[in-house]
Each structure stands twice: as structure tokens, then as C-alpha cells.
DNA sequence: AATTAATCCAACCGCGAGGGG
DNA sequence: TCCCCTCGCGGTTGGATTAAT
């Protein structure tokens, strides 16, 4: 059989995570540092193991973190870096301070995956969706009533009107840009926009950012929501 | 108001890399 | 060179929350 879970021994602690433990690891990572993280919790009087002590850390605790929903540009920069990179998600969450590979990998499989395929994108290869692969075209969705399309903007996708994007071609990352850009985007004001939100220490500050714009995928038209 | 479905995200698991003995 | 240990990474799971019916 495979290797057991480093938490079954010893009867340690899994799960959620209490305020009590938070405070416990909090105060003794701030006071003494992170040596070798197999001791840490013998010597923070934590049950837990060092790397569910270390991962607690490094995703909720650490004091650089940004919290906050991602931005508009912060989206655009996931997605060329994912391009280059695949997912090799602490590579891309170094370009991004106070973000965690645990949260750009969470975002990009639960939101920027599904905003990709519905423009015709494969996340994987970048690529143009083939047409006839493409479970989100139209011709799709209503010859196939089976089709996993009852995600929530699909069930718009249904009725609603095609999208300009969707009409002639399948858009690729530089329509996507165009797109963005023909928002009153351009990439300098983009990027400062992006810096200026890296400053900000408070969450909601973060989220209103100037940055934080989602017309694009907002558009009505394109059936986000 | 109750139930079901969809979504989000914190936390877990297993593997590979790298260092030390 | 081999073995053991620790750390870090990427994939996955499952519980909580929210939305839809």
C-alpha cells in the first residue's frame, strides 16, 4: 500500500485549523523563526504535523499576505505566465507578492479555466478550441442536451445571443488583449495599475483598486455570471 | 422555507528533489 | 553509492457557503 499520512500518526490534529492553533504557530514563527518545520510544532505545543504547520503558514498566516479577490490585471498576468510556464504555480506566484501558488492554482481552475474554454481556449495549450471539440460553441450546446453546459453561464449561453467574439472566430490571447485594451485599457496604464495595488495593505483597498475591473467579462453580452 | 445544485477554497495526499550521513 | 529525512510542489478532495428551484 501507499505511505501513510503523515497525520494519522501519533494521533495528530487534521482539519481546520482553530484560532487557538492560528495564534499558537503565529507567535512562535514570529518570535523564533522557521528552523526545520518537523520541530516547529513540538516546540509551538501544536498537534499538528510540520507540514500541515507549514502550509498553514505559508496560505493563511504569513503577514505579506494579500488577501482579496484577484484583479482584472492580475487574471491577464496569470494567463501569460501560465502560457509560458503551464503549471508550474509557485513559478507564476513569485511574480505576484502577497499571492499564494495555493490560490492562483484554486483561481485558475475554478474561474480563468472556465472564462478560457467559454472563449474558445484551451487552458492547457493556450490554442484555439477545434470547433467541433469545443463543448461552449453554440452549435454544441444545442445538438447536445447533455452537454456540460448547465454550469451557470452556460445555462445563459443557451438562449442569449451569440457573442461578437464567438461570430466570426475563435478569439486567441492577443483578441483577448484588443478586447481588453479597446476597455480603455493599455498595457502601461495596466501594469501601474497592478504595482499600486501591490502597495495597498488593506483587502478592501485591494479589491478597489483601480485594476479591479471586470467589463470584459462582465459585458451582459458575453453571459459571465 | 426547504431542498438541491453549483461554487469556492482550505487542507490533504503523494511524489520528486536535494542534502546529509 | 545508497539510504533516510525534510521540504516544496502540483493534483485532488471535501466541507462550507451561495444560488437556484
Redesign the pocket.
Known sequence: M??Q????KNGLR????TIDEDHKLMTFILNNGIQ???LVPKLAGLMRC???C???WI??LRPDLKRGAFTEAEEDMIIQLHSRLG?????IAAQFPGRT???I???W???IKKKMKFLGLDPRTHNPIEQNHNPYTINKIENDESASS???FG?HMIKEEKPDILNDKTPTIEDIGLMMMSHGHDHHHHHESLNTCFELELPQNWIDCPGFQWDVFNDPGLGFH
Open positions: 501507499g505511505r499520512p503523515c497525520c494519522e487534521r482539519g481546520p485549523w526545520c518545520w518537523r510540520g507540514k500541515s507549514r502550509l498553514r496560505n493563511y503549471n508550474r504555480w509557485s513559478k501558488d495555493n490560490e492554482k484554486n483561481h481552475n475554478t474561474r448547465r454550469s451557470s445555462n
